[in-house]
């Protein structure tokens, strides 16, 4: 692994961000935050245009990619997207409680997502439908959370990939933890050995959880990826409120390597985590990645952005599309046709009208389904707050209250 001081690194107050801080209040207003572009730090292989761009440092992480596995990388994305935006719709139908739209981040989550290999832990914050898709769990799986059905029920170790958490930042300590675990099990050291993810927002990096979690990863050459998607805003915070450098520099105050990935860029994501993910596996973690791209949608069904920022930003962020740039390189090196991309189109209008189905008749849980798989172990303490509270509900049937 390179040291850190091989990475370019401006001084404070000469990068894009920095220069960026602070924007005035007019300039917030007038659209005018410097946001659309990554700066010259971004690594990027495929431009918005979709052209190629050829890069000495990533393109051998990635010799696999022939024009059939970007065409599954193209199509991973527009499944998940399809998903994402019948879920969005579902939720105005009042058919979901809330959720969290990823529009916009298809390329960093899938391009991680599928850097990961099996015997790899993935943590994700609430916004990761897209990694959780490349770790094989169902969607429907995703749905129950936000129709409030259950807390997440897939098995998370088959899956490689964690629960949700909501607490901004906490799934990072979690997350170091268990990296730290895979290296005193001597789990990493060459080829086939494991490593960690953790995915959280440019907000995040506001809390302690984080900075610890960072602390604690690099003191004990923990095997973790450290995924930031910057997404440009934490709710209605810009990242201008966060941090006074590029987030990615953060990393060398903790004395491991960072980078700017563009986050729109499938290609750029899946070479540069999967370059991480070795240096993890190898036993020369950590390694921060902060993905630059952005929320397209709301932060949440519960949120108005045009409240806080107008449209011209969205605009701009369009015509930096991750899916569209894959489509315009697969069609120009005449590796997709229009009836493949139709095909495509089709095949996720059927995945997301199989979720409508499934969402709508999903099953309401029974009322002990709160108590169960608290503890891995039967607790004679739960289970008899489980049976007063069965006792109680039954009261009612009695009384012919129900
Ligand atoms: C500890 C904690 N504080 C506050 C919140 C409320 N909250 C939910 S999302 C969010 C913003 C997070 O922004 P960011 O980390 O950039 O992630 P993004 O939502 O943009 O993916 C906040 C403050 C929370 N969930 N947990
Ligand atoms: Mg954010």
Redesign the pocket.
């Known amino acids: 692994m390179p040291s850190p001081e091989q990475w370019t690194h401006p001084e404070p107050g000469e990068g894009p961000a920095a220069q960026a801080a602070q924007p005035s209040r007019e300039q917030v207003i007038a659209g005018l935050r410097n946001t659309d572009a990554g700066g010259a730090e971004v690594t990027q292989l495929l431009t918005p245009e979709g052209e190629r761009i050829a890069s000495p440092q990533f393109d051998r992480y990635i010799p696999d990619i022939d024009p059939e596995a970007l065409r599954g990388l193209y199509r991973d994305m527009v499944l998940v997207r399809r998903a994402d935006r019948e879920a969005n719709a579902m939720q105005r139908q009042g058919q979901l409680g809330i959720w969290v739209p990823l529009l916009g981040q298809e390329a960093a989550q899938v391009g991680s997502g599928r850097a990961l290999r099996p015997q790899d832990m993935a943590f994700p ?1 609430y ?1 990761e439908h897209g990694v959780a898709y490349t770790r094989g769990v169902d969607f429907k799986e995703l749905l129950g959370i936000f129709r409030c059905t259950d807390h997440g029920g897939w098995d998370f170790k088959a899956h490689g990939f964690h629960p949700y958490t ?5 799934q990072v300590l979690n997350a170091a933890g268990y990296a730290m675990g895979q290296k005193f099990e001597g789990k990493v050291g060459d080829d086939e050995g494991e490593a960690t993810i953790v995915y ?5 990096t506001s ?1 302690g959880d984080v900075h610890e979690g960072f602390v604690w990863a690099s003191v004990y050459d923990a095997p973790l990826v450290f995924f930031c ?1 910057n ?1 440009q ?3 209605s915070e810009p990242t201008e409120r966060q941090s006074r450098l590029p987030l990615y520099q953060r990393a060398r105050g903790y004395g491991f390597p960072g980078i700017r990935v563009d986050g729109n860029d499938v290609l750029a994501c899946l070479a540069v985590t999967r370059w991480a993910l070795e240096e993890c596996r190898h036993g020369n973690g950590p390694v921060l990645i902060e993905a630059f791209t952005y ?1 397209m949608d709301a ?1 949440t069904t519960t949120d108005d952005p045009t409240r806080y920022r107008l449209s011209d930003e969205l605009e701009v962020w369009k015509h930096k599309d991750p899916i569209e740039r894959v489509r315009v390189h697969l069609a120009r090196g005449g590796h997709a046709d229009q009836a493949w991309f139709d095909q495509v189109q089709a095949e996720a209008d059927a995945f997301a009208a199989d979720l409508r189905e499934f969402c709508f008749n999903m099953p309401e849980p029974p009322p002990d389904r709160v108590f169960a798989n608290v503890y891995a172990d039967p607790s004679p303490v739960l289970d008899s707050q489980r049976d007063e509270y069965l006792s109680y509900l039954a009261g009612f049937v009695e009384a012919g209250e129900r």
């Open positions: 914050s916004r909501i607490v901004i930042g906490n959280f927002g440019d907000g995040a809390q998607q997404n805003w934490a709710i929320r932060h």
